[in-house]
């Protein structure tokens, strides 16, 4: 016999893994993801909101655009980051100002797009009593001004 031949080859393993090491690392890991789910919905329903007040003529401004010009704004708002820049403004940003000054609207919709909404303005708008009460209830921090 040859003399390299002589001792059995080992073979070499796979790293192995438990089931219970493998159902811990799919937990952990999925957590941030429903954690990113979530707010990648929110950042959805906002641009959803957003882009019917855009299409009804009116316009938003988010926080980071405020940000030193009141005190009660800039108390949280945040500066524009990288974050934005990669997954647009309404994902890192909340709109809190939306103006829909003249615009030809029947309903204020869509109405659970914008949580943080601080002022709506409605200067020159002909809106339903009944649909600014509606609105009112879902946003009871956010001013109306007609």
């Avoid at 080992?10 to 999925?30: D, E, I, K, N």
């Avoid at 940003?93 to 002022?119: C, F, N, T, W």
Wanted: aromatic share 8%; glycine share 6%.
């Amino acid at each position: 016999m040859l003399a390299g031949m002589d001792q059995p080859r080992t073979r070499r393993r796979w790293f192995q893994f438990r089931l219970r090491t493998l159902l811990v690392a799919v937990v952990v890991v999925s957590l941030p993801l429903s954690w990113f789910a979530v707010r990648m919905e929110r950042a959805r329903k906002q641009r959803e909101a957003v882009e019917w007040v855009e299409a009804n003529g009116g316009s938003v401004t988010y926080d980071y655009e405020l940000k030193g010009v009141f005190s009660s704004i800039s108390d949280y708002a945040s500066e524009r980051g990288m974050l934005a820049d990669l997954l647009g403004d309404d994902y890192s940003q909340d709109v809190i100002v939306v103006s829909l000054r003249g615009a030809e609207i029947d309903r204020l919709s869509p109405r659970s797009g914008m949580p943080e909404l601080k002022d709506l303005i409605l200067f020159g708008t002909v809106v339903a009593d009944d649909e600014i009460r509606r609105f009112h209830e879902t946003h009871p921090d956010c001013r109306i001004l007609r």
